[in-house]
């Protein structure tokens, strides 16, 4: 079993819909929250950053950890066609919380 | 400011050859990553550096890989010999040290590798 689990679709939803994005974890360790974007041919980049549970939300973007069900999502509302990416989550544990392990990606196609 | 910068973009092989790769990280930061990322997984680390020491190298396979970081600023992974199950892109990301919690990563475009 994977450490981290992610739906790698791909998603594909019409321009200004709300999107969801998921993972699951296995490793109660995990602390530390990431997503990132990555777009074709490019490296990954951090679009949101959460410490234990809770909500946060940036712009569009609103991440939220359930430690609880080891569940993380990350919503995007009134998609845009400049949001068609592969969304990656990752996560570290406390006592080793430079080292991340990622979710394999879930590719998501905004429609316009 | 300059991003993370790795050479070279693309670089096909035969099995059995070796290759090297280069990777610049934003200046100042003391942490350097080397990841391995498969058509359609996400990335795996290999080998992380603080400064010029190896941190955790748990999941690089040491027979065949190996990296350097000269003097705590540009790193090298090298493959030698390849194979065909190391066809993938391989990201270098950097970031600041911080002493209670990850520092955000920036990664490089990423180098493209594919062994035949």
């Known amino acids: 079993q994977k450490e981290v689990e992610q739906d790698p679709g791909p998603l594909s939803v019409p321009e200004g819909a709300i999107v969801s994005l998921n993972c699951t974890y296995s490793?109660?360790?995990?602390?530390?929250f990431m997503w990132y974007r990555q777009y074709s041919r490019k490296g990954p980049e951090l679009l949101m950053y959460?410490?234990?549970?809770g909500n946060k939300e940036d712009g569009r973007f609103t991440a939220q950890v359930d430690k609880s069900s080891k569940y993380i999502s990350l919503f995007i509302r009134d998609s845009q066609p400049s949001d068609s990416a592969t969304y990656l989550c990752?996560?570290?544990?406390?006592?080793?919380?430079?080292?991340?392990?990622f979710g394999s990606g879930t590719k998501l196609n905004v429609k316009p | 400011e300059a991003g993370v910068a790795q050479s070279p973009r693309y670089k096909i092989i035969e099995k059995r050859q070796s290759v090297a790769f280069w990777c610049n990280p934003i200046?100042?930061?003391?942490?350097l990553y080397w990841y391995q990322q498969i058509l359609g997984q996400g990335p795996k680390l290999l080998i992380q550096?603080?400064?010029?020491?190896?941190?955790?190298d748990s999941q690089l396979p040491k027979d065949r890989f190996s990296a350097e970081r000269l003097k705590g600023v540009d790193s090298t992974l090298k493959i030698q010999p390849a194979k065909l199950e190391d066809s993938a892109v391989y990201l270098c990301?950097?970031?600041?040290?911080?002493?209670?919690?990850?520092?955000?990563?920036?990664f490089g475009p990423g180098t493209r590798l594919t062994v035949l």
């Open positions: 990301a950097s970031s600041s040290l911080r002493g209670t919690s990850p520092g955000e990563q920036f």
């Open positions: 490793n109660s360790a995990f602390q530390y």
């Open positions: 959460t410490y234990s549970s």
């Open positions: 990752a996560m570290s544990p406390l006592y080793n919380f430079n080292k991340f392990y």
């Open positions: 200046s100042g930061h003391a942490t």
């Open positions: 550096f603080q400064n010029n020491g190896v941190v955790d």
